[in-house]
């Protein structure tokens, strides 16, 4: 009697079985699942509750079980199904027990849950995966072809606005050229933010390539200075340089470590209106081994300590002031954070509000 109060108490179907297959013993939830009454199972073969078109493979199963009861999951790795009194087929799991008789024979408990819900959950979300898997694919085609449809103009209205400010198709007047540097200016600004969003894009479908090889930092730096030299002088700002004499290389993207120090130094040049901004670089032994540490120090407005933890949020764009703006959509530390991660290394900022910061790139000297 307790022990079918037990099985009565179980919160799945239970049904127990003797060593020829036999039903034995039921309880109240095993007459729900399978549409029968108590006494229509009892001796019965326990393939009666097995579709027709398993019975051969399931006595065979059944046998071998005799020969080698234990507690296991039954079908590990399949996709069982039971059979109801009207002939539906309902997904199940199966566990095993052997206990023993009186007989010495081992009868055998199973444990039989419907599965039917969790089984629908996942079809509908492998349904959506799929449709997921086809728009992040014609989104990525999308962008493909916007990126080129979009950089081939802006790179014409940029090269030609360039040679026109050579004067090489003729003179210009003062207003010519103030208004064509203009366009220049925008049309670099566009090409950039283009970028930007593509890259974005990139990383977050796990799609960035990344071509790894020993990348100078001292010319990396260089560039980024021959870059920004202009910004940096039409604000009035110093821009210094301090490099080691023995040069800092490190195995990584070289296309990934110009992005990055160029959107940390021009967001150095872009937040500052008096002063200047420093890059310096320098190595360090850490835990985690030998790192390439670069700094990006400016004299210009700082950040707020409420602003903290919205630095690095994507198109997050913070307000140094309540009258003024600056260009930009808020992806530059956010894609300059994923991809120093990309390369094993880190970023992190110390800065006082109305004094300046300092944003500092740490890259490990070997490919992680």
């Known amino acids: 009697m307790e022990s079918f109060r037990l099985l009565e108490s179980a919160p799945d179907a239970m049904v127990i079985v003797d060593a020829d297959g036999r039903i034995q013993l039921l309880n109240g939830q095993a007459e729900k699942l399978f549409g029968y009454r108590r006494d229509e199972l009892l001796n019965q073969p326990i393939e009666v509750l097995v579709p027709e078109r398993l019975h051969s ?12 009861p234990r507690a296991r ?23 095993l027990s052997p206990i023993p008789s009186e007989t010495g024979a081992a009868m055998i408990v199973s444990a ?30 999308f962008l493909a072809s916007m990126s080129h449809e979009l950089r081939t103009p802006l790179n014409a209205i940029i090269g030609f606005t360039g040679t026109l400010l ?50 100078s930092i001292g010319e990396v730096v260089a560039d980024v200075k021959d870059s920004l030299r202009s910004f940096a002088a039409d604000k009035g700002l110093e821009f210094n340089v301090t490099l080691p004499e023995t040069p800092i290389v490190v195995e990584a993207d070289r296309r990934s470590v110009h992005q990055i120090l160029l959107n940390l130094a021009n967001n150095a040049i872009k937040y500052t209106d008096e002063g200047s901004v420093s890059v310096d670089a320098a190595t360090s032994q850490r835990d985690r081994g030998a790192e390439a540490i670069v700094n990006v120090t400016d004299t210009g407005v700082g950040i707020r300590p ?13 307000d140094p002031s309540s009258t003024r703006r600056v260009e930009g959509v808020g992806l530059g530390l956010y894609l300059s954070l994923k ?30």
Do not use: W
Request: net charge negative; charged share 30%.
């Open 57 to 68: 493979r399931h006595k065979g199963h059944r046998t071998d079980y005799v020969h080698d």
């Open 73 to 95: 999951p039954m079908g590990i790795g399949l996709d069982l199904h039971a059979r109801r009194k009207d002939g539906s087929e309902i997904p199940v799991e199966i566990s």
């Open 112 to 141: 039989i849950r419907d599965v039917s819900e969790r089984k629908l959950y996942e079809r509908t979300l492998q349904e959506k995966n799929r449709e997921l898997e086809t728009a992040n694919a014609a989104k990525d085609q």
């Open 166 to 215: 050579m004067k090489l198709p003729g003179p210009l007047t003062p207003d010519q050229d103030k208004q064509l540097r203009i366009v220049q200016s925008s049309a670099r600004h566009l090409l950039s933010l283009i970028n930007d969003i593509l890259d974005l894009a990139r990383i977050e479908t796990g799609k960035a390539e990344l071509h790894f090889e020993p990348v």
């Open 306 to 318: 409420e602003d903290r933890d919205r630095l690095f949020q994507a198109f997050e764009q913070l």
């Open 339 to 368: 991809l120093a991660t990309l390369l094993g290394g880190a970023i992190s900022f110390t800065s006082e509000h109305g004094k300046g910061s300092t944003f500092t790139l740490a890259l490990p000297l070997e490919r992680p």
